[in-house]
């Protein structure tokens, strides 16, 4: 059965990125009200103002500030009365090394992608339960199911943001409000070509990066069938819950992965640089300026 997204209302954090603007793209044209939420408000007011249909919002909020999200739920309220779906999509990752890093990017990383979905989901849920069919959706990946040295303490978020989406899912279910998760591997956005440029987790391109679209329609089929998960590409979930069978068994198994990664990382910049995103200076990538 198809989720009918007409006069919903939909929030979306994150909104003005890569995935999050493709969702609320996706939502607006099934006749949702969207509520796109991001830092830079200039790009949420962009996004917003660009989605068919009336009546769209883009909002600026820092969701490392627990007032700033008490107010835009205020702001939600105040406009729309109720929140029928709430996508927790912001997310952010680093291609320093865990040795490199300092301890204030480590809290930072950790408080955007594990701690803030929490709060937002918490500080929402008096407008959810305004909904007749509440829904919360995060946005996790498949780096909260399989480890990745490059990036453990992306790793560590999401692993915990996973765990923690599970737990509410169950919690929530009996509440009436469906909550669940989407992990996608790597997708085609300007924050994977700027980790790919800086020379970041090669591991995660195993297989060339999915794109956007393909992250909206696993949240749509979310939508259509509620659950606790679903994957954007379930061969490749499939083969990262079979490796954390046997987690000793990783050092020996990495080797392999990494190899594909390297090669595949490399096919990634390639592309970019026929489609006119990236091109090599010296003997370094580095991304095309947008115009």
Known sequence: MSYDFRDKVIAVTGGAGGIGSAMCHRFASGGAQCVVVDIDEARAQKVAGELPGARHLGVGCDLLNWTQIEQLFERIGEEYGRLDVLVNNVGMTSTERFDERDIPSIER??????????????????????????????????????????????????????????????????????????????????????????????????????????????????????????????????????????????????????????AGMVRYLEDLERRGLARRNGGRWELVPER
């Open 109 to 262: 990383e950790i408080a955007l992608n594990m701690t803030s979905p929490l709060v937002t989901t918490r500080l929402g849920i008096g407008l959810l339960w305004k909904s007749r069919d509440p829904r919360v959706i995060s946005t996790v990946s498949l780096a909260g199911l399989f480890p990745q040295g490059e990036t453990p303490v992306y790793c560590a978020s999401k692993f915990g943001l996973r765990g923690a989406m599970l737990s509410i899912g169950l919690d929530l279910r009996e509440k009436g409000i469906l909550a669940g998760s989407v992990l996608p591997s790597a997708t085609d956005t300007p924050m994977l070509r700027r980790e790919a440029v800086d020379g970041g987790n090669s591991m995660q391109f195993q297989e060339p990066p999915q794109q956007p679209s393909d992250v909206v329609a696993a949240t749509v089929s979310m939508l259509d069938k509620p659950r606790l998960e679903a994957y954007a590409r379930p061969r490749e979930s499939f083969s990262a819950r079979l490796a954390m069978l046997l987690p000793n068994l990783l050092p020996k198994i990495l080797p392999f992965f990494r190899k594909r990664g390297d």
